[in-house]
């Protein structure tokens, strides 16, 4: 059974910096592009970094560009999300995602295995 379990979401200040964890299992991790995609209130699913089964080829949301860096360690069936200079507008619940069909896409709908989801909220 696949499992993608995220961990590392609280409350920040803005201006902080959290980091995010996706652990897996259950998958030839190696195998799976990754991807976090976060949701806010009200709003739709978006992407904000992806990253291709090696790890050499990553891509940011020019929202978060600057900010956030996603990673890889496949020894250790984890995809990280460090993000720094946390904005109100961060605030959201943030998934990771795995997609084995494809090297990278930024498109939810690629997706095959999504985890539960981590809250993070970045006070003003």
């Known amino acids: 059974q696949v499992q993608l379990v995220e961990s590392g979401g609280g409350l920040v200040q803005a201006g902080g910096s959290l980091r995010l964890s996706c652990a897996a299992s259950?998958?030839?991790?190696?195998?799976?592009?990754m991807g976090w995609f976060r949701q806010a209130p009200g709003k739709e699913r978006d992407y904000v970094a992806i990253i291709s089964r090696s790890g050499s080829s990553t891509y940011n949301t020019h929202i978060v560009k600057g900010r956030f860096t996603i990673s890889r360690d496949n020894a250790k069936n984890t995809v990280y999300l460090q993000m720094n200079s946390l904005k109100p507008e961060d605030t959201a619940v943030y998934y990771c995602a795995g997609d084995r069909d494809r090297v990278i896409t930024t498109a939810s709908i690629d997706y095959d295995y999504w985890g539960q989801g981590t809250q993070v909220t970045v006070s003003s």
């Open positions: 259950g998958l030839t991790f190696s195998n799976y592009a």
